[in-house]
């Protein structure tokens, strides 16, 4: 029977990568590229092959392999696996790269900064303070060709080859032989003069500040060029010079080298060597200091390195929200990390957390998640965002929070061409028409307007026919000014789904009725909406062979791509939806339905002057709004991301989807077959009560009026005696004003209960500076 021996090699469970070698440090090692054959996994794999005749280097090479296997530090080169035999030796490590190559790479790339330098040195010196400090050895073999740099860019201290004990054990240093590492000797060692080297770390020391000299000049010619330090930063020239000193009992101790760079104004006192110490350390670090840290980290991301954020901050980020208490905090700079990575990486990393954080009852994370979600809506694949992630973001629009109802409306722009069938036609449309009909909050009302219009060509055409005619037609009719605009502009973007005969029949008389409405904004573009459909109406009229082409997109199924038509019809109230509706709710936490009495404006000569009756008040009318809004996009945008914290959330309770209120409201729309009657064509708008003021007859910061007065302002359409108002589904939904006594009590009762809740919250806000206690979960700490 024959046996065959194995061959070591072929068994090695790792492999060579048939790329050329890397280099390496000058000697007998050669770098290669490697991966793990189980796994794929990148590593890198120093060889060594044994030749006859060279017995002392090769006991150099096994004395660096066991070295390298027995210590273990972070700013050493990490040891995987070797293999040792007659004919070589192979050293595995962790993925890396010569330090001189990477130098190379990144300054002819452009990005190479001066914040990346310190970092790195500082872990050169950090690793070399390990050995003499607290191992008692001596490197000797400081150089640029003994430093590598991994996939995070951080610097590892390898070129084990030469180290000895600094204790005298088992003899002196061994000889190097090559004369390319002997020139990084002291002189104390080369010149023989008999000086005794005071200090165990002197001569490391030296090799330092020989590796500073060729960071930030290039290789080192010879030794007198250490005089000129070059471009040596000026913060970093002191230490640089006793490093380089002649005199080797005036070199520092690598830890105090360390506590001088890193002084105040010192080179190694930056943002990104407190951020890299900090995670270095995050493990032991009170929650109290995690927070404030990752709230900080965005501003500062920007400036850091690319694969430091990617291999460094991202799986501490994950671990942090995955295992810790960060909460809402890792998701700015989750995100603006995640702006680095491919797409396959993206959905690998990112995506699993944003699913599970859409799962979450905090407030803080849900809005923050609503508020960025452009940045990872790309990565969603319909089948996630409608089984893991729709059903979370619907309870947003029952939210007793009206910045969550809000931004859940704007997250539908984004949501609804991944939504299927019935999330997107049943579920979403139920939400839309309750909130047109029944939020409190007039600019939420114009938002939903704003956002149907902008989905209307997702939707299918029998939802379309049923839900965009009656949508459009109830926001004309709605008291908030910008709300009206809002749904004339949606029958203008939609244009191309209605037939002519609901062009005709229902959209121009709504449209027409706008023509004397009382804000200047809504009367224009009612007109220019009445153009267009009155235009439209007459090139089919001329030449009806037209009315196939213009009715195409009627019975079509949904369309997305018709979605960019409607991009810019409201430009206006998609760039102002945050910073207008956060600051009219924050400024009028009770907006709809409350009364004032204001001014009266000059009447013209000839018309009747309307009775001063208490009228709506709406925070702002839609001149005003445009005017002053524009002026603080810019402001408004660049806090948005942080509104959130503006609320008062201890204030606010968390809604309930299954509240009996709740339920109570959606079992009127089952059991009444609401939902296919609720979006029927309105009954024709009812007139004010008799001595109402109208919304125009006030200056509401626009132009001053003209003597000739608004011919408009005080047109008013008066019911007939005994005519009987036609109702229709909905009826119920009273857009005018109520009887003076009942507006009375009502606004008595809201004041009373908002100075009740004023002083509760007052109360609990005591309570929680003298106790000082956990949190409750959607509160924040107050000052």
């Known amino acids: 029977m024959w046996f065959f021996a194995r061959d070591p090699v072929r068994d090695f469970p790792f492999e060579l990568s048939p790329e050329l070698p890397e280099g390496g440090p000058p000697g007998p090692w050669v770098l290669h590229r490697g991966r793990k054959k189980a796994t794929g996994s990148p590593v890198s794999i120093f060889v060594y092959d044994v030749k006859p005749g060279v017995e002392e280097q090769t006991q150099v090479a096994k004395a660096a392999f066991k070295r390298l296997k027995t210590l273990r530090h972070p700013n050493i080169l990490a040891y995987i696996d070797g293999l040792e035999t007659d004919r070589c030796l192979h050293i595995v490590t962790e993925a890396v790269t ?32 390990f050995l003499v400090n607290d191992c008692s050895l001596i490197h000797n073999n400081v150089c640029m060709a003994a430093v590598f740099v991994d996939r995070a860019g951080e610097w590892k201290l390898g070129g084990l080859d030469y180290m000895y004990s600094a204790q005298g054990n088992g003899g002196g240093p061994p000889r190097k032989g090559i004369p390319e ?103 032991i670090k009170e929650p109290a200091e995690k927070q404030k840290f990752f ?14 954020c990617r291999h460094k901050v991202l799986p501490q980020l994950l671990t942090a929200f995955e295992f810790g208490s960060a909460g809402a905090v890792v998701l700015t700079p989750l995100f603006k990390v995640g702006k680095f990575l491919g797409a396959a990486e993206y959905q690998r990393k990112i995506i699993p957390v944003v699913v599970k954080m859409f799962s979450s009852t905090d407030r803080a994370m849900r809005i923050r998640l609503l508020q960025q979600m452009e940045q ?88 379309r026919h049923r839900v965009l005619t009656s949508a459009f037609s109830r926001a004309t009719k709605d008291p908030f000014a ?43 573009q009612a007109f220019k909406a009445i153009r267009s459909f009155l235009s439209k109406l007459e090139s089919v009229s001329e030449d009806p ?70 009228v709506p008040a709406t925070p702002t009318t839609s001149g005003h709004w445009e005017t002053q809004e524009e002026s603080k996009d810019a402001e408004e945008d660049s806090t948005a991301a942080d509104r959130w914290d503006d609320e008062d959330w201890g204030s606010l309770e968390t809604s309930n989807p299954g509240h009996k209120s709740q339920e109570s409201d959606w079992s009127s729309w089952e059991t009444e077959d609401a939902w296919e009657q609720g979006w029927q064509e309105p009954s024709p708008p009812e007139p004010p009560p008799e001595g109402t003021r109208l919304a125009s007859e006030y200056n509401w910061g626009g132009p001053e009026p003209s003597d000739k007065g608004d011919p408009f302002a005080a047109l008013s359409v008066r019911r007939e005696a005994g005519a009987q108002p036609r109702r229709d589904s ?34 609990k806000r005591a309570e929680k500076k003298t106790a000082k206690g956990p949190m409750k979960l959607g509160t924040r700490k107050l000052d």
């Open 545 to 614: 062979t037209q009315l196939a082409e213009a009715e195409k997109d009627v019975h079509a199924a949904s369309s997305p791509g018709m979605g960019g038509a409607a991009a810019s019809w409201a430009g206006w109230a998609v760039t102002g939806v945050s910073s207008l509706t956060s600051k009219l709710i924050r400024a009028h936490p009770t907006a709809a339905p409350a009364e004032t009495n204001v001014p009266q404006r000059p009447v013209p000569e000839g018309l009747p002057a309307p009775a001063p009756t208490p």
């Open 295 to 308: 709230q900080e980290l965005s501003k500062s991301l920007d400036s850091f390195p690319e694969d430091f």
């Open 376 to 463: 990872f809506i790309q990565y969603l694949d319909e089948p996630t965002v409608n089984t893991q992630i729709f059903p979370h973001v619907v309870h947003g629009f029952l939210d007793t929070n009206p910045a969550i109802r809000e931004q859940t409306v704007k997250s539908m722009l984004l949501l609804a061409p991944k939504l299927n069938e019935t999330n997107l036609n049943v579920e979403l449309m139920k939400h839309f028409a309750r909130l047109q009909a029944k939020d409190e909050q007039g600019p939420i009302r114009c938002n939903t307007t704003v956002c149907l219009g902008k989905i209307g060509s997702y939707l299918s055409a029998g939802t």
């Open 730 to 763: 909905w009826g119920d939904d009273n857009w005018e004003g109520l009887e003076a006594e009942s507006r009375q009590a009502k606004a008595e009762l809201a004041r009373k209960k908002r100075e009740e809740r004023r002083r509760e919250m007052e109360a």
């Open 98 to 129: 010569p330090l001189g190559a990477y130098l190379k790479a990144r300054a002819e790339a452009g990005d190479l900064r001066e914040l990346e330098l310190s970092w790195g040195l500082h872990q050169i010196v950090k690793a070399l303070s």
């Open 482 to 524: 910008p709300s009206r605009v809002a749904g004339v502009l949606g029958f203008a973007a939609t244009h191309n789904l209605y037939s002519m005969t609901d062009c005709a029949h229902k959209i121009l008389p709504v449209l027409c009725s706008l023509t004397v409405d009382p804000e200047r904004s809504v009367r224009d």
């Open 181 to 283: 590492l002997e020139q990084y000797d002291p002189p104390e060692l080369a010149d023989g003069s008999g000086r005794a080297v005071r200090e165990k770390w002197s001569a490391d020391m030296w090799r330092l500040g020989c590796l500073i000299w060729e960071v930030f000049n290039g290789p080192l010619p010879r030794a007198a060029a250490l005089r000129n330090p070059g471009k040596i930063p000026k913060s970093l020239v002191p230490h640089y010079c006793e490093l380089v000193g002649a005199n080797p009992k005036v070199r520092p101790n690598p830890a105090r080298f360390l506590q001088n760079c890193r002084a105040p104004g010192g080179f190694m006192n930056n943002r990104f060597v407190e951020t890299n110490l900090f995670l270095e350390e995050i493990q």
